[in-house]
């Protein structure tokens, strides 16, 4: 696999674990999803807003795809909201990493009060750690209440896609 199909994969893990908690968190009671704790950065529903809402503005910022966020002044949306945006997002996103995109072509972004240059390769790790990040103070929120949380990891998104499979018994 290439270096631009294994970035697509992440692309698709990263999207594939926004929905299992989005799916998640639609299912609980909604004191459940706005628990605020202590030491991370919201509730889980203001968590996956965040999340999404940031992928939003990565994604423009990477692609080029919009002209504008096209949700900043919108971050109070429910989780079906989310769901959706989520699956816009990793369409954009696929179809920009499918292209001979530059990787090392600089992009101007803002943010803590400075203007900042940045390669695009930055931008897109960028985005895949902040949402692991973040989903996992989702999953700290939730199990404090003693939810059992859905496991997000790359591994359970490999056996829920066919990319890994279970041959026997651990004999070792």
Not at 14 to 29: G, K, R
Not at 91 to 115: K, N, P
């Amino acid at each position: 696999m290439g270096s631009q199909q294994s970035l697509i994969e992440l692309v698709e893990h990263n999207h594939w674990a926004n929905q299992v908690l989005i799916s998640f968190c639609s299912q609980l009671p909604r004191e459940q999803i706005e628990f605020a704790l202590d030491g991370v950065y919201g509730s889980p529903l203001e968590t996956l807003q965040h999340i999404i809402s940031a992928e939003g503005s990565y994604t423009r910022r990477f692609t080029g795809k919009w002209p504008d966020h096209p949700w900043k002044d919108d971050a109070d949306v429910e989780l079906a909201v989310l769901a959706e945006r989520a699956t816009v997002i990793r369409d954009v996103l696929v179809e920009h990493l499918a292209t001979d995109w530059d990787s090392e072509a600089i992009t101007e972004t803002r943010g803590d009060g400075h203007r900042f240059e940045v390669r695009d390769s930055v931008l897109i790790n960028q985005l895949i750690h902040h949402g692991n990040e973040h989903r996992a103070h989702v999953g700290t929120s939730l199990g404090a209440q003693g939810l059992e949380v859905p496991e997000v990891s790359v591994w359970e998104f490999a056996l829920a896609t066919g990319r890994m499979w279970i041959t026997g018994p651990d004999e070792g």
